[in-house]
């Protein structure tokens, strides 16, 4: 028996039998090398298995009240019992009613008056394919978790479609989309400002701006590019269709000023925001070999620039062609052409407010 004191005696074996006899043998047999638990009924012994999961349960089937059979029936539509390996322990002999143990779920049908050995065997190789199952199912759900954890990581850096489209096909074609909208933001002033604030004090203050302007964009719906120092890049409009586009793009240019502003009232230093917009067609796709990244390109993307760059602090800047767009939702100043670098002269308006 050298082997079987090398299982571990944590495993635990419910023995269910309604002779008292024959829990007392089990016991004095299995009891040397497991945690022996033993129930006088079919009713008992589902109590047991419902309350503290065994690890293998050895069953009788003639008992008065709950047969065997109707304990192993139970014992299968219970979730937190139903792996549990089942071993009909019985003097009912016959081929009809082992066929009908194995049918229930049942793993083995052994007869009394039993083999001591042959009885040890079984349930230590019961036990171990057990441990093997245990050990299996464990190591998927390890793995699903960080399949989890990749997935969220991928949402946390794509918009959704693309992250599901990278996920199942390992990469994203570009897509052309014939109107969006492209906003950017810039503070003033900030070559200056990162030359005489401390680094970390720096990194703070960006990342608390930015983790706000990304809750805003969440909120309504535009998904940030990325961030270039620090200017702010987002878009709407794709990677899925808006006909509001340009609506959601100016809002959040809107709440980001707002934001600031409350921000900036008891902040020991003030953040200087231009917030640029501008409306066209624009590519977008993952570049990249290891480190990918969601980006769009098109001359759109130029201008857009340009309108931040081309704004005034404090104020949301918007092209012709965003004008356009939200004219009936939002009030706008008309700044006449103003020289855009690279572009010339350029139509473009303030946004004051929401319309009524």
């Not at 071993?87 to 049942?106: S, W």
């Not at 950017?184 to 983790?211: C, K, Q, R, W």
């Not at 004008?323 to 700044?335: A, H, K, L």
Request: charged residues 20%.
């Amino acid at each position: 028996m050298a082997e079987v004191t090398n299982l571990t005696a944590s495993s635990v074996i419910l023995v269910v039998d309604d002779t008292k006899h024959n829990l007392t043998l089990m016991r004095d047999l299995l009891g040397p090398y497991y945690t022996v638990k033993l129930a006088a009924s079919g009713a008992e012994g589902l109590d047991i298995a419902k309350t503290t999961p065994p690890d293998l349960i050895l069953l009788d089937i003639m008992m008065p009240g709950m047969d065997g059979y109707e304990v192993c029936r139970q014992l299968k539509a219970m979730p937190e019992c139903k792996d549990i390996p089942v071993i009909f322990l019985t003097a009912a002999t016959g081929m009809q009613n082992e066929e009908i143990g194995l049918a229930l779920g049942a793993v083995d049908y052994l007869t009394k008056p039993i083999s001591r050995s042959i009885v040890l065997a079984r349930v230590r190789s019961q036990l171990a394919l057990k441990a093997t199952h245990d050990a299996l199912r464990a190591q998927i759900e390890l793995s699903e978790q960080s399949n989890l954890r990749v997935q969220n990581l991928l949402y946390n850096i794509f918009p959704i479609e693309i992250a599901d489209e990278l996920s199942s096909s390992g990469q994203v074609l570009p897509v052309r989309h014939e109107s969006a909208s492209i906003l950017f933001t810039d503070f003033s002033g900030f070559t200056h400002i990162a030359a005489t604030m401390p680094a970390s004090y720096m990194v703070s203050e960006l990342n608390e701006i930015f983790a706000a302007f990304d809750d805003i964009c969440d909120e309504l719906g535009v998904e940030k590019i990325k961030t270039i120092g620090d200017a702010y890049m987002a878009a709407a409009g794709l990677p899925r269709p808006c006909a509001d586009h340009a609506s959601r793009c100016v809002r959040a240019g809107l709440r980001m000023h707002q934001f600031l502003n409350e921000r900036n009232v008891d902040a020991p230093f003030k953040w200087p925001l231009r917030v640029g917009i501008h409306t066209g067609p624009v590519i977008s796709g993952v570049v990249g070999k290891r480190k990918f990244a969601f980006d769009v390109w098109g001359d759109t993307v130029n201008v857009a620039c340009r309108m931040e760059m081309s704004g005034q602090i404090g104020k949301v800047n918007i092209s012709a062609y965003t004008y356009d767009q939200v004219r009936d939702d939002f009030d706008c100043e008309y700044r006449g052409k103003v020289n855009a670098k690279g572009k010339g002269l350029l139509d473009m308006y303030f946004v004051k407010s929401a319309s009524n």
